[in-house]
């Protein structure tokens, strides 16, 4: 017997993902001067993309970064797992924080050969989600067209590098630290060696849009509160999609507090976790494991309702 069979990913996975799933972060670097390097902070957010596994970071020209950097290589760089629409919204209402991720380490400025070799992973990049969007199936299609475009799409973002008027410094991050900072603000040393043999998911670089086209769509959502009833026994009022791996995804729900599960009185949001009955190695995958969990929980509860 296996020591386990995890249904959930590990925190370097989860790293990975966000990486994976994200294309801007927040660049710190510390202040320089004629005099050499200060105590201060400059901060901004710059967009990058992976290149086995490292960011590549396109710093514009006209930052502070560039000039910081020369001094001290030093740096830090925070990517949050991307969690647009009303999801946001609810989640800075109850004063929750998406999952993040704290990198320290160096920046080294590329060749300009290498710098060719990281536009034409860019464009792979920007091709890959292009294609898979549009040889998506009619079901994958329509949660998808149901996101927010302007917000959840890494193509048309990461194009701006490509198409836009400014020039860019491209950089490569030398990670030396890795930490994972959950919702509730609790931290997760990575070990830098997990950490570089840690694939991402595969789901990563769609999750926001997939997220987002799931709580966008009012019958998808009622689908997440019949799961919270069927599989977890939980008398939910509302339900929102939290997050998507290839082993499951968590759903935020409304439901009674402790004292009330009449389902009268107050209500908490809480997050509850499912996981898939195999592991989902694309997108088509996980969307069709989740149509196939809707019509069981609809059959459950018809049946009850039959019974009665």
């Not at 209402?93 to 034409?120: D, F, N």
């Not at 592991?279 to 039959?306: I, N, P």
Request: contains cysteine; neutral net charge.
């Amino acid at each position: 017997m296996k020591a386990n069979k995890a249904t959930v990913l590990t925190f370097a996975e989860k790293c990975k993902s966000i990486l994976s799933s994200n294309w801007q972060g927040q660049l710190n670097t510390i202040k320089a001067d004629a005099k050499g390097s200060k105590e201060d902070i400059y901060t901004s957010k710059v967009k990058y993309i992976c290149k086995r596994g490292k960011p590549y970071l396109w710093v514009p020209e006209k930052e502070l970064h560039n000039v910081n950097v020369v001094v001290d290589e030093r740096c830090s760089f925070a990517v949050t797992n991307p969690i647009p629409g009303p999801l946001a919204s609810l989640l800075r209402s109850l004063r929750k924080t998406p999952p993040r991720i704290a990198l320290t380490g160096e920046v080294v400025p590329l060749t300009e050969e290498k710098v060719q070799s990281a536009t034409k992973v860019l464009r792979e990049v920007i091709w890959s989600e292009q294609k898979a969007m549009s040889e998506s199936s009619y079901t994958v299609s329509g949660i998808l067209s149901s996101s927010d475009h302007s917000c959840t799409s890494r193509s048309e973002s990461l194009k701006e590098l490509l198409e836009g008027d400014e020039n860019y410094i491209v950089y490569k991050f030398n990670q030396r630290s890795c930490m994972h900072v959950d919702g509730s603000g609790e931290t997760h040393k990575i070990d830098t060696e997990d950490m570089a043999a840690t694939k991402a998911d595969l789901l990563a670089p769609l999750s926001a849009k997939l997220i987002d086209g799931i709580n966008q769509s009012a019958a998808r959502r009622r689908a997440l509160m019949l799961f919270c009833c069927t599989y977890l026994n939980a008398n939910a009022k509302d339900a929102y999609m939290l997050s998507i791996d290839r082993k499951g995804f968590e759903v935020l729900s409304k439901v009674p507090s402790p004292g009330f599960k009449d389902g009268f009185g107050q209500f908490e949001w809480k997050e509850f976790r499912l996981s898939l009955k195999e592991e989902a190695r694309d997108v088509e995958a996980f969307c069709r494991q989740l149509v196939e969990m809707e019509e069981e929980a609809v059959k459950e509860v018809s049946g009850h309702s039959g019974l009665a």
